[in-house]
């Protein structure tokens, strides 16, 4: 016993943290935004959008883009469960495995299209995502950008056969 408490334990907690570490980061990378990240996205924003003049498809359009920035993830619902689904195994466009919103929005080839500008490769695609997630300032911007993530999402809820919010 004294053998397991002095190196089989200390192995297996070892082991544990690694792979709990790995997998944090596949998560921080791949499917969510990580907190200290999401914490400036919550800041309160003096709107000025001429809201009225919204129509209803760009409203739930908006939804999306501020659930996803709420739970840092792809608002996919679980017909299952009823939560959101934000972290999918395989990407239905590129078979990328381990894929969430940073993917949908910023890297995969199944939406590039509805991207402005074809992606750089030395910009970070974390730093893509929060961009598209952070108020730009002015209503122009801002419908682009709800825009992008609801589209990127609902393109990827309808391949999944799930739903969005
Ligand atoms: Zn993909």
Same mark, same amino acid.
């Given at each position: 016993?004294?053998? *397991?408490?002095?190196?089989?334990?200390?192995?297996?907690?070892?082991?544990?943290? +690694?792979?709990?570490?790995?997998?944090?980061?596949?998560?921080?990378?791949?499917?969510?935004?990580? *907190?200290?990240?999401?914490?400036?996205?919550?800041?309160?924003?003096?709107?000025?959008? @001429?809201?009225?003049?919204?129509?209803?498809?760009?409203? @739930?359009?908006?939804?999306?883009?501020?659930?996803?920035?709420?739970?840092?993830?792809?608002?996919?619902?679980? +017909?299952?469960?009823?939560?959101?689904?934000?972290?999918?195994?395989?990407?239905?466009?590129?078979?990328?495995?381990?894929?969430?919103?940073?993917?949908?929005?910023?890297?995969?080839?199944?939406?590039?299209?509805?991207?402005?500008?074809?992606?750089?490769?030395?910009?970070?695609?974390?730093?893509?995502?929060?961009?598209?997630?952070?108020?730009?300032?002015?209503?122009?911007?801002?419908?682009? @950008?709800?825009?992008?993530?609801?589209?990127?999402?609902?393109?990827?809820?309808?391949?999944?056969?799930?739903?969005?919010?």
């Amino acid at each position: 016993m004294r053998q *397991y408490a002095k190196h089989v334990q200390p192995f297996l907690l070892s082991s544990d943290y +690694e792979w709990f570490k790995n997998a944090l980061a596949v998560l921080n990378s791949e499917g969510l935004i990580p *907190y200290v990240d999401i914490i400036p996205l919550h800041q309160p924003w003096a709107a000025k959008e @001429q809201w009225k003049t919204w129509p209803v498809s760009l409203w @739930q359009a908006h939804r999306i883009w501020s659930v996803a920035r709420i739970i840092g993830g792809a608002p996919i619902l679980s +017909e299952v469960s009823g939560g959101f689904i934000t972290i999918f195994s395989l990407c239905p466009f590129c078979h990328r495995r381990t894929i969430g919103l940073q993917h949908m929005v910023t890297t995969c080839p199944g939406t590039i299209d509805l991207r402005r500008n074809p992606p750089d490769p030395n910009v970070d695609p974390r730093i893509l995502l929060k961009a598209a997630l952070t108020y730009p300032g002015n209503e122009k911007d801002l419908i682009a @950008q709800v825009i992008l993530v609801s589209s990127a999402v609902a393109r990827f809820a309808t391949a999944f056969d799930l739903s969005t919010i």
